[in-house]
């Protein structure tokens, strides 16, 4: 079946330094994507969404970048701040308006 | 306050008896979706709801079951829970289908 999958289980930063998530999708049905922040005791907070149909999109302090030939969606965060640290999920609709598909999660840890 | 509120937030049983949690939104939400949360798998999806009466599988839904009689509550039933049903649960709902998900503070079960 599709899975979403993240590169790397922990991420390790610098107070300040620019933060790079990495995820790859199998299933390229999927044409919404979801970047969702998860704090310890909390449930997951919405971060970003893109469509099949943009290669980027920019929030506050947040950029999304999808790259389809390869699969492969990105969430970069400027100026990482303690605040960050937390656990950071891409989600994937397989092509399916109703369902979401989850990654592993990335683990962010902001060094003071 | 736009929220989706969870009932218990902690629950301790035992096997084969029945259990419901609750699950409501106030945000007129038309979608909704139950996931559940473990260590290693990440989150996966329960069951989703795109609106009243009309509700779908997701990629774990056996031993659950849900309802959607009014647009604001979507309860999850375990009608035999077992131990492998051990798990931290998040309800979660959006405007529609491929909108962002606001998620509830999850219920962690234990079933013994």
């Known amino acids: 079946g599709e899975s979403v999958g993240l590169h790397l289980p922990t991420l390790s930063v610098q107070e300040g330094d620019n933060s790079i998530i990495n995820c790859a999708y199998s299933n390229s049905a999927s044409d919404y994507f979801i970047w969702y922040k998860q704090e310890s005791g909390k449930g997951p907070q919405f971060i970003i969404d893109?469509?099949?149909?943009?290669d980027k999109r920019q929030g506050q302090r947040v950029t999304v970048l999808l790259n389809k030939t390869v699969k492969h969606l990105s969430l970069q965060i400027a100026a990482t701040q303690p605040g960050d640290s937390a656990v950071y999920f891409c989600a994937e609709n397989g092509g399916n308006t109703g369902k979401l598909i989850f990654g592993q999660g990335t683990t962010l840890q902001v060094k003071p | 306050e736009a929220q989706v509120t969870q009932n218990p937030r902690y629950l301790i049983t035992v096997t084969g008896k029945k259990l419901t949690v609750t699950c409501s939104q106030n945000m007129n939400h038309e979608y909704m979706s139950w996931y559940r949360q473990d260590p290693g798998l990440g989150l996966r999806q329960i069951y989703y709801s795109m609106n009243v009466e009309v509700t779908d599988k997701g990629d774990v839904p056996e031993g659950y079951k849900v309802s959607r009689k009014e647009k604001r509550n979507f309860p999850l039933i375990l009608e035999s829970p077992s131990p492998n049903q051990t798990s931290l649960y998040f309800c979660?709902?959006?405007?529609?289908?491929?909108?962002?998900?606001?998620f509830g503070d999850g219920t962690r079960l234990s079933i013994l």
């Open positions: 979660a709902s959006s405007l529609w289908g491929d909108k962002p998900q606001h």
């Open positions: 893109i469509r099949s149909n943009m």
